[in-house]
């Protein structure tokens, strides 16, 4: 059977886009194991299923994954798998910082909530530190509410990156939804902020929402009017943990 040259464009079309897309799922970064040894590699960053870059991590090693690219074949034998538990953490070449928590979700109906290890992405350093805690999925959740509520698997993923937790942690804690705590707990040493956060400088009371009172999640929104307060308080914490040490 001889194919046209336009069914021979679309098919390399359709193959072009199936590896950029495998490709992209793979994200170039380190890993941050136990005693300060670092791995480079390509590490999956599936936001269709959060938990697996937040309950296990899979990646490829760069010599992995350059035959990959060469072959358009990523074998099942490249992938390499690790459990929160092995790791700091890991940073990806973006900027974006992942670290592993120890977390227990008191916002459900259980009584009892055992920690779990997670990586989670870490928002926020210092004094007081912000992680996001992404919803898990499952591959029927991904499929069909993908395709009849979402209409497509972009817009999964975009409501997945806008509803999200918040856990804050200070004083070594272990990290807490947002919506569990007294954030003057967490800000109200530092006068200037509070007032800040009183006279409504960040606008973060602007989120006070009934519907984010009513849950546990948060959006884009929330979380950028909150970074921008705590961002204030860690870095007048560090200058003044930093002149404290100069006299």
Known sequence: MKLSKGSISLFLCVFMAIGLCAQDLYQKGQLHLKKGKTIDAYIQINFEFPQRFQQNITYVTPKDYDKYLQSGKLKGSMKEKLNPGDIKGFTLDNGTVFKTVRYADLTGKAIKMIPKKMCLEQT???????????????????????????????????????????????????????????????????????????????????????????????????????????????????????ARSEE
């Open 124 to 242: 926020a350093q210092g004094a007081i530190e912000v992680y996001k805690l992404y919803s898990r999925t499952t591959g029927s959740i991904n499929h069909e509410l993908a395709d009849m509520i979402f209409e497509d698997r972009a817009n999964l993923i975009n409501y997945i990156q806008d509803n999200f937790q918040i856990l804050v942690q200070k004083d070594n804690k272990n990290p807490t939804n947002i919506m569990q705590v007294n954030l003057l707990n967490y800000i109200g040493d530092n006068p200037r902020v509070k007032e800040n956060y009183t006279n409504n400088h960040y606008g973060f009371r602007n989120q006070f929402t009934e519907q984010q009172k009513m849950g546990k999640y948060v959006n884009k929104k929330y979380e950028a009017a909150f970074l921008s307060m705590v961002n204030d308080y860690n870095q007048e914490a560090t200058e003044g943990s930093e």
